[in-house]
Protein backbone atom coordinates (compact mmCIF):
# COMPACT_ATOMS: atom_id res chain seq x y z
CA UNK A 1 0.00 0.00 0.00
CA UNK A 2 1.29 3.50 -1.15
CA UNK A 3 2.43 6.31 1.50
CA UNK A 4 0.10 9.42 1.62
CA UNK A 5 1.30 12.68 2.66
CA UNK A 6 -0.38 15.30 4.90
CA UNK A 7 -1.77 16.38 1.99
CA UNK A 8 -3.29 13.08 0.30
CA UNK A 9 -1.07 12.95 -2.78
CA UNK A 10 1.49 10.44 -3.43
CA UNK A 11 5.29 11.77 -3.20
CA UNK A 12 6.58 12.29 -6.84
CA UNK A 13 9.07 9.90 -6.43
CA UNK A 14 7.68 6.61 -4.92
CA UNK A 15 8.06 3.51 -7.02
CA UNK A 16 3.91 2.47 -7.23
CA UNK A 17 1.83 1.08 -9.34
CA UNK A 18 -0.57 3.07 -11.38
CA UNK A 19 -3.75 2.05 -10.19
CA UNK A 20 -3.64 1.59 -6.73
CA UNK A 21 -5.77 4.23 -4.73
CA UNK A 22 -4.53 6.37 -2.57
CA UNK A 23 -6.72 5.35 0.58
CA UNK A 24 -6.30 8.47 2.63
CA UNK A 25 -7.13 10.33 0.23
CA UNK A 26 -9.96 8.09 -1.66
CA UNK A 27 -11.95 7.23 1.99
CA UNK A 28 -11.97 11.35 3.06
CA UNK A 29 -14.52 13.04 0.97
CA UNK A 30 -14.55 15.67 3.77
CA UNK A 31 -11.49 16.78 2.06
CA UNK A 32 -12.85 16.39 -1.37
CA UNK A 33 -14.97 19.48 -3.15
CA UNK A 34 -18.14 17.22 -4.16
CA UNK A 35 -18.81 19.99 -6.60
CA UNK A 36 -15.64 18.10 -8.89
CA UNK A 37 -17.86 15.25 -8.90
CA UNK A 38 -20.11 17.14 -11.60
CA UNK A 39 -16.89 18.26 -13.53
CA UNK A 40 -14.94 14.93 -13.49
CA UNK A 41 -17.91 13.41 -14.69
CA UNK A 42 -18.77 15.51 -17.80
CA UNK A 43 -15.11 16.15 -18.66
CA UNK A 44 -14.57 12.03 -18.32
CA UNK A 45 -18.15 11.57 -20.56
CA UNK A 46 -17.01 13.89 -22.97
CA UNK A 47 -12.98 13.40 -23.03
CA UNK A 48 -13.08 17.03 -24.11
CA UNK A 49 -12.29 20.58 -21.55
CA UNK A 50 -14.45 22.41 -24.33
CA UNK A 51 -17.35 20.06 -24.55
CA UNK A 52 -16.99 19.35 -20.95
CA UNK A 53 -17.19 23.35 -20.57
CA UNK A 54 -20.33 23.76 -22.57
CA UNK A 55 -22.21 20.98 -20.93
CA UNK A 56 -22.35 22.52 -17.49
CA UNK A 57 -22.29 25.95 -18.14
CA UNK A 58 -18.83 27.07 -17.40
CA UNK A 59 -16.04 28.65 -19.36
CA UNK A 60 -12.85 26.88 -20.81
CA UNK A 61 -10.29 27.93 -18.29
CA UNK A 62 -13.03 27.35 -15.88
CA UNK A 63 -12.75 23.69 -16.71
CA UNK A 64 -9.48 23.55 -17.35
CA UNK A 65 -9.01 24.67 -13.66
CA UNK A 66 -11.16 22.29 -12.51
CA UNK A 67 -8.84 19.31 -14.24
CA UNK A 68 -6.08 20.38 -12.77
CA UNK A 69 -7.34 20.14 -9.23
CA UNK A 70 -8.84 16.91 -10.09
CA UNK A 71 -5.50 15.92 -10.78
CA UNK A 72 -3.40 17.05 -7.85
CA UNK A 73 -6.98 15.78 -5.58
CA UNK A 74 -6.55 11.97 -7.24
CA UNK A 75 -3.15 11.71 -8.64
CA UNK A 76 -3.91 10.59 -11.57
CA UNK A 77 -3.74 12.15 -15.71
CA UNK A 78 -7.47 11.36 -15.99
CA UNK A 79 -7.11 12.60 -19.55
CA UNK A 80 -4.25 12.46 -21.78
CA UNK A 81 -3.79 13.25 -25.11
CA UNK A 82 -4.14 11.08 -27.81
CA UNK A 83 -3.98 12.06 -31.58
CA UNK A 84 -5.78 15.05 -32.19
CA UNK A 85 -7.72 14.50 -28.54
CA UNK A 86 -7.84 13.11 -25.21
CA UNK A 87 -8.78 9.38 -23.93
CA UNK A 88 -9.36 8.44 -20.62
CA UNK A 89 -6.44 6.71 -18.15
CA UNK A 90 -7.19 3.27 -16.98
CA UNK A 91 -8.06 4.86 -13.38
CA UNK A 92 -10.24 7.91 -15.42
CA UNK A 93 -11.84 5.07 -17.41
CA UNK A 94 -12.93 2.96 -14.04
CA UNK A 95 -13.74 6.30 -12.34
CA UNK A 96 -16.18 7.12 -15.42
CA UNK A 97 -18.37 3.87 -14.84
CA UNK A 98 -18.77 4.60 -11.10
CA UNK A 99 -19.03 7.73 -11.20
CA UNK A 100 -21.69 7.80 -13.74
CA UNK A 101 -23.80 5.26 -12.52
CA UNK A 102 -23.43 6.70 -9.20
CA UNK A 103 -24.60 10.31 -10.12
CA UNK A 104 -27.36 8.78 -12.02
CA UNK A 105 -28.81 6.45 -8.62
CA UNK A 106 -28.06 10.12 -6.55
CA UNK A 107 -30.16 12.38 -9.25
CA UNK A 108 -33.17 9.26 -9.12
CA UNK A 109 -33.09 9.57 -5.32
CA UNK A 110 -33.31 13.13 -5.71
CA UNK A 111 -35.83 13.60 -7.70
CA UNK A 112 -39.83 13.65 -6.46
CA UNK A 113 -40.76 9.92 -7.23
CA UNK A 114 -43.30 9.66 -9.71
CA UNK A 115 -46.99 8.52 -8.24
CA UNK A 116 -49.32 7.38 -10.59
CA UNK A 117 -52.39 6.25 -8.22
CA UNK A 118 -53.61 3.28 -11.17
CA UNK A 119 -50.26 1.64 -10.42
CA UNK A 120 -49.59 2.25 -6.72
CA UNK A 121 -49.47 -0.71 -4.53
CA UNK A 122 -49.29 0.59 -0.62
CA UNK A 123 -51.17 0.36 2.52
CA UNK A 124 -52.02 3.08 4.12
CA UNK A 125 -52.15 2.98 8.47
CA UNK A 126 -55.11 5.56 9.01
CA UNK A 127 -56.33 5.92 12.80
CA UNK A 128 -59.85 6.92 13.35
CA UNK A 129 -63.22 6.18 15.67
CA UNK A 130 -65.42 3.57 14.66
CA UNK A 131 -68.22 6.20 13.51
CA UNK A 132 -65.58 7.48 10.62
CA UNK A 133 -66.43 4.20 8.92
CA UNK A 134 -69.86 4.68 8.78
CA UNK A 135 -69.97 8.14 7.08
CA UNK A 136 -66.59 8.92 5.66
CA UNK A 137 -64.41 5.59 4.69
CA UNK A 138 -66.67 3.95 2.30
CA UNK A 139 -66.76 7.07 0.16
CA UNK A 140 -62.91 6.87 0.60
CA UNK A 141 -62.62 3.15 -0.05
CA UNK A 142 -64.86 3.25 -3.18
CA UNK A 143 -62.73 6.05 -4.60
CA UNK A 144 -59.66 3.88 -4.13
CA UNK A 145 -61.40 1.34 -5.64
CA UNK A 146 -61.90 3.21 -8.88
CA UNK A 147 -58.63 4.94 -9.25
CA UNK A 148 -56.25 3.71 -6.94
CA UNK A 149 -56.96 -0.07 -6.66
CA UNK A 150 -53.62 -1.00 -5.76
CA UNK A 151 -54.02 0.57 -2.61
CA UNK A 152 -55.03 -0.49 0.96
CA UNK A 153 -56.60 0.80 4.33
CA UNK A 154 -55.31 -0.83 7.83
CA UNK A 155 -57.60 1.62 10.10
CA UNK A 156 -56.74 1.36 13.91
CA UNK A 157 -58.14 2.43 16.92
CA UNK A 158 -57.84 6.12 17.33
CA UNK A 159 -55.46 6.65 20.77
CA UNK A 160 -54.97 10.81 21.04
CA UNK A 161 -51.78 9.64 23.72
CA UNK A 162 -50.19 7.31 21.23
CA UNK A 163 -50.76 9.97 18.27
CA UNK A 164 -47.65 11.99 17.98
CA UNK A 165 -45.16 9.17 18.36
CA UNK A 166 -46.92 7.01 16.42
CA UNK A 167 -46.94 9.44 13.29
CA UNK A 168 -43.38 10.63 14.10
CA UNK A 169 -42.05 7.42 13.83
CA UNK A 170 -43.84 6.24 10.47
CA UNK A 171 -45.88 3.93 11.86
CA UNK A 172 -49.02 5.61 11.40
CA UNK A 173 -49.73 7.58 8.00
CA UNK A 174 -52.90 9.77 9.16
CA UNK A 175 -55.52 9.82 11.73
CA UNK A 176 -58.80 11.38 11.50
CA UNK A 177 -60.93 13.00 14.48
CA UNK A 178 -62.09 15.77 15.56
CA UNK A 179 -60.86 19.06 17.25
CA UNK A 180 -56.99 17.84 16.98
CA UNK A 181 -55.08 21.01 18.81
CA UNK A 182 -52.22 22.39 17.07
CA UNK A 183 -48.99 20.92 17.80
CA UNK A 184 -45.44 21.03 16.19
CA UNK A 185 -45.02 19.64 13.31
CA UNK A 186 -47.66 17.95 12.66
CA UNK A 187 -50.94 19.23 9.80
CA UNK A 188 -54.37 19.44 9.86
CA UNK A 189 -57.37 20.52 7.58
CA UNK A 190 -61.01 21.07 8.72
CA UNK A 191 -62.80 18.35 6.95
CA UNK A 192 -66.13 20.06 7.70
CA UNK A 193 -68.21 21.08 11.04
CA UNK A 194 -70.27 18.94 12.69
CA UNK A 195 -72.78 18.76 15.33
CA UNK A 196 -74.75 16.15 17.70
CA UNK A 197 -77.72 14.54 17.89
CA UNK A 198 -79.39 12.42 20.17
CA UNK A 199 -80.64 8.51 19.10
CA UNK A 200 -83.08 6.74 21.11
CA UNK A 201 -85.74 3.59 20.17
CA UNK A 202 -88.47 4.94 17.44
CA UNK A 203 -91.56 3.99 20.37
CA UNK A 204 -89.32 4.91 23.08
CA UNK A 205 -92.52 5.86 25.65
CA UNK A 206 -90.14 8.90 27.37
CA UNK A 207 -89.91 10.82 24.08
CA UNK A 208 -93.48 11.02 22.65
CA UNK A 209 -93.95 14.64 23.35
CA UNK A 210 -89.80 14.83 22.37
CA UNK A 211 -86.55 15.81 24.20
CA UNK A 212 -86.40 18.18 26.98
CA UNK A 213 -83.36 18.90 29.17
CA UNK A 214 -85.20 17.05 32.48
CA UNK A 215 -86.11 14.12 30.14
CA UNK A 216 -82.58 13.72 29.04
CA UNK A 217 -80.73 14.18 32.30
CA UNK A 218 -83.63 11.67 33.60
CA UNK A 219 -83.16 8.93 31.17
CA UNK A 220 -80.33 6.01 31.13
CA UNK A 221 -77.77 6.95 28.65
CA UNK A 222 -74.64 4.90 26.67
CA UNK A 223 -71.29 7.02 26.39
CA UNK A 224 -69.33 5.85 23.82
CA UNK A 225 -65.86 6.77 24.63
CA UNK A 226 -63.01 6.41 22.98
CA UNK A 227 -60.13 6.38 25.40
CA UNK A 228 -62.78 4.13 27.53
CA UNK A 229 -62.84 7.00 30.44
CA UNK A 230 -63.65 10.23 31.73
CA UNK A 231 -66.44 12.35 31.89
CA UNK A 232 -67.62 13.43 28.36
CA UNK A 233 -68.55 16.31 26.78
CA UNK A 234 -72.60 16.15 27.58
CA UNK A 235 -71.29 15.55 31.39
CA UNK A 236 -69.91 19.10 30.99
CA UNK A 237 -72.54 20.39 29.42
CA UNK A 238 -75.03 19.31 31.80
CA UNK A 239 -73.23 20.13 34.68
CA UNK A 240 -73.22 23.94 33.82
CA UNK A 241 -77.16 23.26 34.49
CA UNK A 242 -76.44 21.90 37.61
CA UNK A 243 -77.52 18.68 36.42
CA UNK A 244 -76.36 15.10 36.17
CA UNK A 245 -77.15 11.92 33.95
CA UNK A 246 -76.53 8.57 34.48
CA UNK A 247 -74.54 6.14 32.45
CA UNK A 248 -75.90 2.64 32.13
CA UNK A 249 -73.97 1.61 29.27
CA UNK A 250 -70.42 2.62 28.27
CA UNK A 251 -68.20 1.70 25.38
CA UNK A 252 -65.60 2.71 22.92
CA UNK A 253 -67.28 2.37 19.46
CA UNK A 254 -70.41 4.07 19.12
CA UNK A 255 -71.87 1.77 16.61
CA UNK A 256 -72.13 -0.59 19.20
CA UNK A 257 -73.72 2.02 21.64
CA UNK A 258 -76.05 2.80 18.90
CA UNK A 259 -77.24 -0.75 18.14
CA UNK A 260 -77.61 -1.05 22.54
CA UNK A 261 -79.78 1.77 21.63
CA UNK A 262 -81.84 0.21 19.05
CA UNK A 263 -83.11 -2.81 21.87
CA UNK A 264 -83.29 -0.38 24.79
CA UNK A 265 -84.47 2.24 27.01
CA UNK A 266 -80.80 3.78 26.60
CA UNK A 267 -80.36 7.17 24.79
CA UNK A 268 -76.79 8.37 23.07
CA UNK A 269 -75.48 11.34 22.19
CA UNK A 270 -73.06 11.58 19.32
CA UNK A 271 -72.05 13.39 15.77
CA UNK A 272 -74.73 14.14 14.17
CA UNK A 273 -73.47 13.34 10.42
CA UNK A 274 -72.83 9.61 11.61
CA UNK A 275 -75.85 9.40 14.26
CA UNK A 276 -78.40 10.04 11.38
CA UNK A 277 -76.96 7.52 9.29
CA UNK A 278 -77.14 5.10 12.11
CA UNK A 279 -80.92 6.19 12.77
CA UNK A 280 -82.03 5.26 9.74
CA UNK A 281 -80.08 2.30 9.23
CA UNK A 282 -81.35 1.14 12.65
CA UNK A 283 -84.69 2.42 12.91
CA UNK A 284 -83.96 5.11 15.38
CA UNK A 285 -85.69 8.37 15.98
CA UNK A 286 -82.95 11.17 15.81
CA UNK A 287 -83.62 14.32 18.27
CA UNK A 288 -81.94 17.50 18.63
CA UNK A 289 -80.00 17.59 21.90
CA UNK A 290 -81.87 19.70 24.77
CA UNK A 291 -78.46 21.89 25.30
CA UNK A 292 -76.22 23.59 23.79
CA UNK A 293 -72.86 21.36 23.09
CA UNK A 294 -69.81 22.37 21.24
CA UNK A 295 -69.20 22.19 18.21
CA UNK A 296 -66.60 19.34 16.41
CA UNK A 297 -64.01 20.17 13.38
CA UNK A 298 -63.39 17.09 11.60
CA UNK A 299 -60.20 16.67 10.14
CA UNK A 300 -56.95 14.34 9.21
CA UNK A 301 -53.83 15.15 11.00
CA UNK A 302 -50.17 13.66 9.99
CA UNK A 303 -46.84 14.69 10.45
CA UNK A 304 -45.43 17.41 7.84
CA UNK A 305 -42.82 14.94 6.46
CA UNK A 306 -45.32 13.84 4.56
CA UNK A 307 -46.73 17.00 2.97
CA UNK A 308 -45.14 17.02 -0.61
CA UNK A 309 -45.38 13.13 -0.57
CA UNK A 310 -47.34 12.42 -3.61
CA UNK A 311 -49.16 9.06 -2.26
CA UNK A 312 -50.18 10.96 0.84
CA UNK A 313 -51.44 13.81 -0.86
CA UNK A 314 -53.95 11.95 -2.94
CA UNK A 315 -54.41 9.77 -0.28
CA UNK A 316 -55.83 13.33 1.47
CA UNK A 317 -57.24 15.25 -1.81
CA UNK A 318 -58.88 11.82 -1.99
CA UNK A 319 -60.41 11.98 2.17
CA UNK A 320 -61.56 15.89 1.27
CA UNK A 321 -63.38 14.62 -1.75
CA UNK A 322 -64.92 11.57 0.34
CA UNK A 323 -66.05 14.24 2.82
CA UNK A 324 -68.22 16.27 0.47
CA UNK A 325 -70.07 13.24 -0.38
CA UNK A 326 -73.52 12.62 -0.31
CA UNK A 327 -74.51 9.76 2.58
CA UNK A 328 -74.89 6.11 0.44
CA UNK A 329 -78.89 7.06 1.89
CA UNK A 330 -81.38 10.44 2.68
CA UNK A 331 -81.89 10.76 6.15
CA UNK A 332 -84.57 12.74 8.09
CA UNK A 333 -83.16 15.56 10.19
CA UNK A 334 -83.29 15.75 13.84
CA UNK A 335 -86.80 15.93 15.33
CA UNK A 336 -87.30 18.90 18.37
Given at each position: MRACTAA??????????PDEPCVETMNDLAQLNLNLLLSLEALLAEQ???????????????MSRALRRLRDELDDALLVRSGQGFVRTPRGERIHVSLRDGLQALRRALLAPAFHPSTARHTIALAAQDVVGVFLLPALLRRIATDAPGLSLDVLPL??????????GGSLDLAIGVNFPEAPGLCRHVLFRDGWVCLARRDHDALRSGLDIATF?????ALASPEGEGAGVVDRA???HGRKRRIAYRTRYFIGAALAVAQSDLILTMPARAGLELAQRLGLSAHTPPLALPALDVMPLWHARLNVDPLQAWVRAALIDASASPLGSTHAEPSA
Open positions: GTFPRSAAVLNVSRAARKLGVTQPTRQTDLLPQLEAQLPHLAA
